[in-house]
Each structure stands twice: as structure tokens, then as C-alpha cells.
């Protein structure tokens, strides 16, 4: 498929509906030539086997960070008709509501350096990570259901937050719609005592600076409370853990039976579907709404542990120190969001699997404080290299249904990625270089090694570039804790 793509424009590439029999529409990879060149195959099968999907509109999309993933690519972009298109599990990922949270602190480099092995130390033992981990919180059946239908304002309504955290946070932390009757006894248990954890792979916890030289948009950096020099903040990248996961594979397995009645037949077994209007589609959706609260819940107990552990470790008031929420969004999800498509405004099913809403000034959805500046996007790279803050455009909306990125994607395996390096090496490198490391897995921290990413320079330059997010800041990691 790489073949036949086409150049449209520039970071812009499209493979022709006559491609592969079955395509409905293009599809559209965003990337600058050598991110192109270095993408798998795998990304342009399963980005063209999307394009055949029933009621998918104008174009299945893929994000300059895109690899291959589960039926859908990561970094895959698809919209659907809510009457004639399907809500497939595959396009939104076992960890739904995976999704990315930043803190900001009054803080400064040169004061936390001399305490930063006993931040670190303190944030480890306050933030559980790992495969299994298990939260301070324990509920029963009935406070877990109820948890996952208020999200993140659960949290704050027992302590475990401010309520202005909420207004910073996608859909203030709560998606409705969300019915946990729908989802299985099995998923409820697995995710009653996750909550305020990290999980493993590649979720972290990460301690960065904003060198003066990395504030890319000095007035919008200041809009969003950052870009301070050598100010401190805090990236947190985890979701749904157990719960989210087990709503997937139970989903996956009953739409096998809803396929064939309806007639449905996909290019790739993975991507597993159903009408989005009927029972069974609109069961899913209410199950995923579940997980995707109980994933803002998440970061929201986590965020609650920093602010002890930073308080604890600087013997200050979270509130002199300044830890607040600038932003929280997901980056596995599925919403119903209105586009304009063929000259008419329409109620569409976005799926994102690993890309980030990036929504322009003036949307109704954003917080009052943003609505004029545009939706912060927050984009997680490696432990070595960095991550970004964006802020989202008009653009999105208009090509993307309001889509970019989310991270820097894969270049290789998790096993070829341990083949080629120690933890133990990779940790002391990071050590020399400035970076303290808490891991709860050392083969765990050489999977996430920063040459198996693309370089995340490249990758949010081709998004500022075509104009789907625009760059506001550049953070470098001094300490992080890795799942």
C-alpha cells in the first residue's frame, strides 16, 4: 500500500479508494518525508483496511506518530455516521481513556535539583506503577459503578482534588452517556482497586523542566500558567487500567456474532464492529463512557498523590507550591462530536486511537479560560528526548475532525527494543545525563528506550507545519517514574 500513496500536499499523502476493493474513502497519513519513510508497513494495511469500514466519512486518517497497532493504527483518526457507521473497539484501544494529564508548579529547576532523588523516591512510593499495581483507594461494587459515572468529580467530592481541577480537564472529567450496567462483573473487579495507579508499559509519571530557550509561544505559554524559565511541571500518561481492558476484549468478542447478522465483513479480524445505533453498539459506547470516567478518576488520584508528595518533600503547602491542573485529555476514545461534511453540519462518531482532540478557539467544549487561545494538546515522548505542549486550531477542525497527534510512536518492538539494551545500562545513562529513574521493571524501562521512538521534533513539527496544532512548549525530563 506504501507504493501507492500519493503526495497531495506538503505532509500530506493519500492512497486512492481504487487502491484495495472494499475502500469507501482515502486514506490520508500526515508526515514529513523521512517520517513517512520510516513508518511500518503495517500502518498503511490497516489505515486502508479502516477506509472499508461502513459509514466511515471524507478520509481514515493517520497521525504523523503512527505505527501499528490493533486493527486500527495508532495515531488513527476515523469518523463515522451515527445512523449508517459502526463504533469498533479496535479504534479506540484495550486502554480506553489512555490519555495524558499536566501539572504546573511555581517551582524552579535550581530548587528542586538538590531534592530531587527524595522527590522522586517520595512520588514512587506514593504512586503505585507495575503490572497487577493496586491503589490506596478500595471500593465496593456499588462505589466503583458509581465512580464511573461521575469520573473525575467522584474524586473531588471525597477529597481527592479541587474543584477547579475539573475545569480543566476534557469534558470536565465526566463524559455522560456512561452506563455501567453495561459492562461485565469481570471488569468491574479488576478495576475496583486501580484506581490512582500507573500500570506498566509505557505509562509514567514525569518530573520536567521549560528551559527558556523551549518556550516556543511565549503569549500562549503564559495563557496556560507555563514558561516560566526553568519552571517545574509534572506529565502524568496512564488510563483505564484492568477495567477499560477487559470492557475491550468482552466487546470485541460479543460484536463476532452482531458482524454476521448484520451482514458486516472487515479486511482484518481485529477490527471488530458494530452499528453504532444498535443495541449492541450503543451498549459498548456506554461501557467505554464507563472506563473513560474511571480513567479521569485515575489521573485525578494521582494528581492528588503528587500534590502530598511534593508537599511532603518541599515541607510546603500544595497550594504555595502552585501544582494545578493545566490541562487533561485522552487519546483513546470515541466521541460524538459535529463537523461540517459535504457543506453540512453533522452529529459524526470520531474515533481516536493514540491522537489527541486538538480543538480551535471558540469551541463550546473548551474551558472558559482557553476558549479564545484553543484546547492544549499534550503530546508525551520518550524518557530521553521530551515531550510538547500544543495548542489546538481551526485547521483540525476543518481537516482532522479536530484531531493531531499524541506522541512521538514506536520505530520498533518492545523485544527488539530489550535486545538491543539493559535497563540497568539505559538507567545509569539517564542517571549521568540528569534523569533519576523509579521503575518498577527494568526490562519494562529498555522497552521504552528513547531510540525506539521517532524523533518528537520532527513529528510535532510536521503537525505545527500543516497547522493541526501549533507548538507552545517544549519539556525535558529530570525525573521520571515508569510503569
Known amino acids: 500500500m506504501r507504493e501507492l500513496a500519493r503526495q497531495i500536499r506538503p505532509y500530506v499523502w493519500e492512497i486512492p479508494p481504487d487502491a484495495k476493493a472494499g475502500m469507501r474513502v482515502p486514506a490520508r497519513i500526515l508526515a514529513s518525508p523521512s517520517v513517512f519513510a520510516s513508518m511500518d508497513d503495517g500502518v498503511f494495511n490497516q489505515i486502508t483496511n479502516v477506509a472499508m469500514l461502513p459509514g466511515i466519512q471524507q478520509h481514515a486518517l493517520c497521525m504523523p506518530d503512527g505505527h501499528w497497532g490493533y486493527g486500527f493504527p495508532i495515531g488513527g483518526v476515523a469518523a463515522f455516521d451515527l445512523e449508517e457507521g459502526v463504533i469498533s473497539p479496535g479504534g479506540i484501544g484495550f486502554d480506553i481513556n489512555c490519555g495524558m494529564r499536566l501539572l ?164 482484518d479480524r481485529e477490527l471488530a464492529c458494530a452499528p453504532f445505533s444498535t443495541p449492541e453498539g450503543q451498549s ?41 491542573v493545566v490541562y487533561d485529555v485522552a487519546h483513546n476514545i470515541a466521541k460524538v462530536e459535529r463537523y461540517t461534511v459535504g457543506g453540512t453540519e453533522r452529529d459524526l462518531l470520531v474515533h481516536r486511537k493514540g491522537a489527541t482532540r486538538s480543538f480551535g478557539p471558540g469551541q463550546a467544549q473548551l474551558p472558559s479560560a482557553y476558549h479564545d487561545i484553543g484546547q492544549p494538546v499534550i503530546v508525551g515522548g520518550s524518557m530521553e528526548t521530551g515531550s510538547y505542549l500544543l495548542i489546538g486550531t481551526q485547521e483540525a477542525m476543518d481537516s482532522t475532525f479536530g484531531s493531531t497527534l499524541h506522541g512521538s510512536g514506536r520505530t520498533m518492538s518492545r523485544t527488539k527494543a530489550k535486545h538491543m539494551i539493559r535497563g540497568e545500562k539505559l538507567k545509569q545513562s539517564l542517571l549521568d545525563r540528569g534523569i533519576a529513574i523509579r521503575t518498577a521493571s527494568l526490562a519494562g524501562l529498555a522497552e521504552e528506550a528513547g531510540f525506539a521512538y521517532k524523533d518528537i521534533s520532527e513529528v510535532v513539527a510536521a503537525v505545527h507545519d500543516i497547522g493541526i496544532s501549533r507548538r507552545v512548549v517544549r519539556f525535558l525530563p529530570i525525573g521520571n517514574i515508569k510503569g
Not at 477547579?164 to 476534557?170: K, M, N, T, V
Not at 502530598?308 to 518533600?313: L, R, S
Open 104 to 267: 504546573r508548579t511555581n517551582l524552579t529547576y535550581d530548587e528542586v535539583k538538590p531534592k530531587l532523588a527524595q522527590l522522586m523516591d517520595t512520588l514512587y512510593s506514593l504512586v503505585p506503577c507495575g503490572v497487577g499495581s493496586k491503589g490506596f483507594i478500595r471500593l465496593n461494587d456499588s462505589e466503583f459503578r458509581e465512580m464511573a459515572v461521575q469520573g473525575a468529580g467522584w474524586c473531588v467530592k471525597r477529597g481527592y482534588g479541587r474543584r477547579e481541577d475539573l475545569d480543566h480537564i476534557e469534558e470536565m472529567g465526566c463524559i455522560p452517556d456512561a452506563d455501567p450496567d453495561q459492562c461485565s462483573g469481570k471488569a468491574i473487579h479488576r478495576g475496583l482497586d486501580q484506581l490512582g495507579t500507573l500500570g506498566s508499559g509505557n505509562h509514567y509519571l514525569e518530573v520536567q523542566v521549560i528551559r527558556p530557550e523551549n518556550v516556543l509561544d511565549p503569549i500562549v505559554a503564559h495563557r496556560l500558567g507555563v514558561g516560566v524559565p526553568d519552571q517545574i511541571c509534572v506529565m502524568v500518561h496512564c488510563g483505564s487500567r484492568g477495567f477499560g481492558h477487559q470492557i475491550g476484549t468482552d466487546y470485541l468478542r460479543a460484536f463476532v456474532p452482531v458482524m454476521a447478522r448484520h451482514g458486516i465483513v472487515t479486511a
Open 284 to 324: 459498548y459506547f456506554k461501557a467505554m463512557n464507563c472506563a473513560a470516567n474511571a480513567a479521569f478518576a485515575n489521573r485525578q488520584v494521582i494528581t492528588h498523590r503528587i500534590r502530598e508528595g511534593f508537599a511532603k518533600t518541599f515541607g510546603r503547602n500544595e497550594l504555595d507550591l502552585g501544582l494545578e
